[in-house]
């Protein structure tokens, strides 16, 4: 079995700048308000748990939590904004690295035929 890992890494301050990203095109569908991301804090290591600040555009600070699959669709997101390739096929997870940095890995398993 061949395994492809693909590894990108934010620090918190570029983390910021994605979910800001992600809340301004998803969270409407999710029933945010359009906003600025002031700041973020890690809730949890494992699985990935993180709030988010949001200044909305109406005055209103407002308070979100992103479970690891929120951080995973918006580092999706902003890399597909971004023209970053990622595969469909790949098994997409978020983690807090032991440095403090939000990885982003995308593992590929195909078969290798040996005949």
Same mark, same amino acid.
Do not use: W
């Given at each position: 079995? +061949?395994?492809?890992? %693909?590894? $990108?890494?934010?620090?918190? #301050?570029?983390?910021? !700048?994605? *979910?800001?990203?992600?809340?301004?095109?998803?969270?409407?569908?999710?029933?945010?308000?359009?906003?600025?991301?002031?700041?973020?804090?890690?809730?949890?290591?494992?699985?990935?748990?993180?709030?988010?600040?949001?200044? +909305?555009?109406?005055? %209103?600070? $407002?308070?979100?939590?992103? #479970?690891?699959?929120? !951080?995973? *669709?918006?580092?999706?997101?902003?890399?597909?904004?971004?023209?970053?390739?990622?595969?469909?096929?790949?098994?997409?997870?978020?983690?807090?690295?032991?440095?403090?940095?939000?990885?982003?890995?995308?593992?590929?398993?195909?078969?290798?035929?040996?005949?």
């Amino acid at each position: 079995m +061949a395994v492809e890992i %693909r590894r $990108i890494l934010y620090s918190a #301050d570029e983390f910021k !700048v994605i *979910a800001n990203l992600y809340v301004n095109l998803v969270g409407p569908s999710m029933g945010l308000a359009e906003g600025t991301v002031m700041a973020i804090d890690i809730l949890e290591d494992d699985p990935l748990e993180v709030r988010v600040h949001i200044q +909305a555009r109406d005055g %209103r600070q $407002i308070q979100h939590v992103f #479970d690891k699959d929120n !951080v995973v *669709a918006a580092m999706t997101t902003f890399c597909s904004e971004m023209k970053i390739p990622l595969s469909k096929k790949s098994v997409k997870t978020a983690k807090k690295n032991s440095e403090g940095k939000f990885t982003f890995d995308m593992v590929i398993q195909s078969a290798v035929n040996l005949s």
